[in-house]
């Protein structure tokens, strides 16, 4: 696949997301539509995975899809209970919490280190954020409901990624793809059970529509290719993605239904672009400097 044709495809499948999610809520209850979202999923999947004649590796890597299930249930069954309080906008708004929370983990976690350019980059993305959406901060009388909700999703979600690299189960990423759409999809039918447990009537097709398109392209392509870069990047890059995200969610906007960018956009804009900016440029000095303060091997020359 390749990184940048990954990084691409996260992207596309993050900026379309949030609209798919509301699109799908309008006429299915929240664990209604999440939950045939991921069993669609996992279906896919599976077929994907019997072409490629790989299996799933339970004994191997279950505590790897156990790990990936906390994002792809836990942070994204919140997210669509979210979704009933706040605008689309505002959920790509707080995801871009992810990096902040991403860069703290991996230093916790994966003794990643943190350069002052990436902290910097990270102010640049939250300030940006926030002026790209200032507008849609102004909530409802339970729009603390989705703020709250979509905040813990947005640390939920790095954690889920950071514990997947920090297994590192010998898997491809197709394989952790479907095993962790699989663990999710069970917690998600147990989840509909209990919360709702009634079948979906008078279902709109645009819901329908919106449901097959975050299935297919959503859990299968969007999550392939996301676990195939949490393989390959270092935790820092990946949590780049919910910082271009937002930006490509307004220019959508702008173009396909007319939405005007207003100066504080534009603002936050630049502001987030500086941040990619300053994120791409701590990553690539942190690397340099450990490359130039490695210890020569000297083995060969003793031979």
């Known amino acids: 696949m390749g990184v940048p044709i990954a990084f691409a495809t996260v992207v596309l499948v993050w900026t379309t997301t ?176 209990l919360i709702d447990g009634e079948l979906p009537q008078n279902v709109s097709n645009r819901s329908i529509a919106a449901v097959a398109y975050l299935a297919a392209f959503g859990s299968v392509i969007g999550f392939g290719a996301f676990f195939y870069l949490v393989q390959r990047v270092s935790a820092a890059q990946v949590a780049v993605i919910p910082v271009i995200t937002p930006v490509l969610a307004v220019l959508v906007g702008a173009v396909f239904n007319n939405e005007v960018l207003g100066t504080s956009t534009l603002l936050g804009a630049g502001c987030i672009v500086a941040a990619v900016i300053f994120a791409e440029l701590g990553q690539r000095r942190g690397k340099q400097k450990v490359v130039a303060t490695a210890p020569v091997n000297t083995a060969g020359a003793d031979a």
């Open 18 to 193: 949030p609209l798919g999610i509301h699109i799908s809520n309008e006429s299915l209850s929240f664990s209604a539509a999440a939950t045939l979202r991921m069993l669609g999923g996992v279906v896919l999947a599976g077929c994907v995975l019997l072409w490629l004649r790989q299996g799933l590796a339970l004994r191997k890597a279950w505590h790897s899809y156990l790990a990936g299930s906390i994002g792809v249930f836990g942070a994204m069954l919140i997210t669509y209970w979210s979704a009933q309080f706040i605008p689309s906008g505002l959920i790509a708004v707080l995801y871009g919490l992810a990096p902040v929370a991403s860069a703290v983990m991996a230093a916790l976690l994966l003794k990643e280190r943190v350069s002052g350019l990436q902290l910097i980059g990270l102010v640049l993305s939250v300030c940006g954020l926030l002026l790209v959406f200032q507008d849609e901060l102004v909530l409802g009388a339970e729009g603390y409901k989705g703020v709250i909700g979509v905040s813990i999703a947005a640390v939920l979600f790095p954690f889920s990624s950071i514990m997947v690299r920090r297994i590192n189960a010998p898997v491809s990423p197709m394989q952790q793809t479907t095993g962790t759409l699989l663990v999710a999809s069970v917690a998600y039918v147990l989840a509909w059970a």
